[in-house]
């Protein structure tokens, strides 16, 4: 009898220890983001990239676990709430890094509508000679 109730207990234990992957996938959210408010101002730019791949990895996960249905609606909601935080603290960074490729062809159009202004001023005021 002892023995029936010692396995019945270690099966218990052994079933309910195994975490799902979902939700282990959320708890390594929470690290990367307390990690990324706490260091936001030392981390570099490849640190950064780093916890952005990492980030995105765990958040596939627990998505797949969403979708079939291994995580609740407080999960869910914890999901959500984590990838708020995440834009928060790496929205600014994020944006550093793409304006130097926007800057360019921002530039380029700033010249041509420089140019258009100009052009335009320049009609109104033959225009007005004109008349």
């Known amino acids: ?14 079933s309910c220890g195994g975490q799902n992957e979902g939700k282990k996938a959320l708890r390594e959210m929470e690290k990367i983001v307390e990690k ?19 980030f995105e990895q765990y958040e596939k996960t627990v998505n ?17 709430t984590l990838t708020t935080r995440w834009a928060t603290v790496y929205g600014p960074e994020m944006l550093q890094e793409m304006i130097p490729d926007l800057s360019e062809p921002l530039k380029n159009k700033g010249d041509e509508l420089e140019q258009l202004i100009r052009a335009l001023d320049e009609d109104s005021i033959m225009k007005k000679a004109l008349e």
């Open 1 to 14: 009898m002892y023995l029936l109730l010692l396995t019945f207990a270690l099966s218990t234990i052994v």
């Open 36 to 54: 990324a408010e706490k260091d936001k101002e030392k981390l570099t730019p490849e640190e950064w990239k780093a916890l952005a791949l990492e």
């Open 64 to 80: 797949e676990a969403i979708e079939n249905n291994k995580i609740g609606a407080v999960g869910q909601m914890k999901c959500l």
